[in-house]
């Protein structure tokens, strides 16, 4: 069976291995394609991570492509209907690790940057694809990284659109036009431990802690507003004790924000503070700041992408910034106008991911449809 140029470079690229942070040479595949529409290409390794950043054009606009060609593991691969590194299509379905998230999405991006240049060799402005090895894993070398290197040498994006799996039911009808913030709070709560027949000699940090962590899961922290969800507290783990006999000497708890321009992360953290001083612990505490909230609301991109999306599907898409993190953390601060759009999301990271092959066609049209619109 003939396949299209965009499902036959992702079944290529979903042959590759890549999983965090190994890139497997799907970068060296991408850049072959790039190369011959007049990108040139920066290979940008941090520690054990592969980035590329390649562009074609020197002037402004820019309209940059991001994306990662890491995947998360499999798990058993014994319990895959289809070998995870070997993609197949099924019943209309392109199965394999990364079809969905995000593999699809960086054929979609070469071929309609493929269509556009052969159409348009004298387009205003530049395109550019910023593609990471390390989306998945602790992402510390990979978008953040390039970032930092074209700031350093002011090479600004204007627009970037990100091509994480933002569909819920049909391709094209959610795009992300932010996201909420991260923090993680790591805290080591300590007490004396202790024989459990003689606890007036020892000092039991969890049942110290109880109360406070009732506190905060019951704190009520914002309401949300117009383009976010209320801000929400989550306690991710817990873990203290020795043996049956044993009052512990120390509780670790931790948690994770995910919240909404009501809130900062500093106010987070004192408010925090204040809950488990007013309990009396003694505690040491660690942050850690995954990512602030970003949102682009209005501009040429959110007005290119829905009417690209009305044209090619005829639908029209709902604006979200609900969901997780992503790279569009480390670009939004730059002052670039950030989305996420991408095929649907309902298969990722699990076992037997897959995407309909017709949405990864469709949203090369789609992305095409923005590049005529921006720089055609």
Known sequence: MSLSPTLELAKDLISR????????????????????????????????VDNLWARKGSDGPVLAFAGHTDVVPTGPEQNWAHAPFEPVIKDGYLYGRGAADMKGSLAAFITACERFVANCPEHRGSIALLITSDEEGPAKDGTVKVVETLEARNEKIDWCLIGEPSSTHQVGDVIKNGRRGSLHGYLTVHGVQGHVAYPHLAENPVHAVAPALDALANEFWDNGNDFFPPTTFQITRIESGTGSNVI?????????????????????????????????????????????????????????????????????????????????????????????????????????????????????????????????
């Not at 670039?336 to 049209?365: F, M, R, Y």
Request: with cysteine; aromatic share 6%.
């Open 17 to 48: 291995r890549s999983v965090t942070p190994d890139d497997a040479g799907c970068q060296e595949l991408l850049m072959s394609r790039l190369a011959p529409l007049g990108f040139n290409g920066e290979n940008l390794r941090f520690g054990k």
């Open 248 to 376: 512990p000497g120390e509780c670790l708890v931790h948690f994770n924000f995910r919240y909404c321009t009501e809130n900062s992360a500093e106010s987070l953290e004192e408010r925090v503070v204040a809950i488990l001083d007013r309990h009396k612990l003694k505690y040491d505490l660690q942050w850690h700041l995954s990512g602030r909230p970003f949102l682009t609301d209005k501009g040429a991109l959110v007005t290119a992408s829905q009417e690209a999306i009305r044209t090619v599907t005829g639908r029209e898409t709902e604006l979200s910034t609900s969901g997780g993190t992503s790279d569009g953390r480390f670009i939004a601060p730059t002052g670039a106008q950030v989305l996420e759009l991408g095929p649907l999301n309902a298969t990722i990271h699990k076992i037997d991911e897959c995407v309909k092959a017709d949405d990864l066609d469709t949203l090369s049209e789609i992305y095409e449809r923005i590049l005529v619109d921006l720089l055609g």
